[in-house]
Nanobody, 122 residues
């Protein structure tokens, strides 16, 4: 069974950077993997996805600032976040859709980590 554990969150000032990690206990390379975020009172939204070929997609709000990558040897997913803004403040989750086909909707993902908090101050 696949299990996901996020880490790397923290508090930074506007314009700073963080790198989030998502360690998987099971084999995930054949799945679509994604990063999502949710702030209080808001719906969970998709941030980025990566398929088994390494093709990535990004939400318009993070395009050009965030970069998703996967280290197959370590079975770990990463989200490099640069030029952070206060509106990026949220709980960030990694998730797996048990399909090689990606989707941006949180409801399409079956396996979730517990999240890591990112706080960006102005």
């Amino acid at each position: 069974q696949v299990q996901l554990v996020e880490s790397g969150g923290g508090s930074v000032q506007s314009g700073g950077s963080l790198r989030l990690s998502c360690a998987a206990s099971g084999y995930i390379s054949r799945y679509c993997l994604g990063w999502f975020r949710q702030s209080p009172g808001q719906e969970r939204e998709g941030v980025a996805t990566i398929n088994l070929y390494g093709r990535t997609t990004y939400a318009n709000s993070v395009q050009g600032r965030f970069a998703l990558s996967q280290d197959n040897a370590e079975n770990t997913l990463y989200l490099q976040m640069n030029s952070l803004k206060p509106e990026d403040t949220a709980m960030y989750y990694c998730a797996a859709r048990l399909s090689p086909i990606c989707d941006s909707r949180p409801s399409e993902y079956s396996v979730w980590g517990l999240g890591t908090q990112v706080t960006v101050s102005s």
